[in-house]
């Protein structure tokens, strides 16, 4: 038995967002074939996690250091203490989330913020960061209506880079699934979507 975590950063309605169809194709296919398995799933817009910034960064700094804590900080230095241990409780995790704006969603900016403490997933070293948390699979998914695969477009997708350099950091290499182009192609569109749903379904299975 395995503890699953599907994370979803889309908080569009199914029918106009690639990335929910993937996000559902992928939970009904592993809960189909994977019965035994705790399925945890977070859905980042509603969670509506506070904005990472100063009040986290004083309270996670105050409590390494043994100092007191206003209520405020104490809040949400316990926030992101409850998130980085269900991350680290997780066997599997699913991360699905579209590229807005050449970008990840600011929740799972914020979310993967909460995560990224040093000395609980990944160390300073003289060589360089060194990773805590792998040994544990890892398969993002993720849309995009234009075509961000070729060299010349590269450089402009700063959403499956981020959220895979971020995880690379604390020692965690994923899996990726990714559809794109139906926005560019649109006389296509169906049957891209098609086969990456295909393929998404398909993973579940395996993971």
Known sequence: MSNVLMIKANDRPLEQSVTVQMYETFVKTYRDTHPDDVVTELDLFALNLPNYGNTALTALFKRSQGQELTPEETNIADLV?????QFLASDKVVIAFPLWNYAAPAPLITYLSYLAQAGTMFRYTPEGPVGL???RKVVLLNARGGIYSTENMAPFEG???FVKSNLMLWGITPEEIIIEGHNQMPAEAKDIIQKGLDQTAK????F
């Open 133 to 135: 948390a792998g040994g």
């Open 81 to 85: 203490r409850v998130h980085i241990d």
């Open 203 to 206: 993973y579940a299975v395996t």
């Open 159 to 161: 959403a499956i880079r």
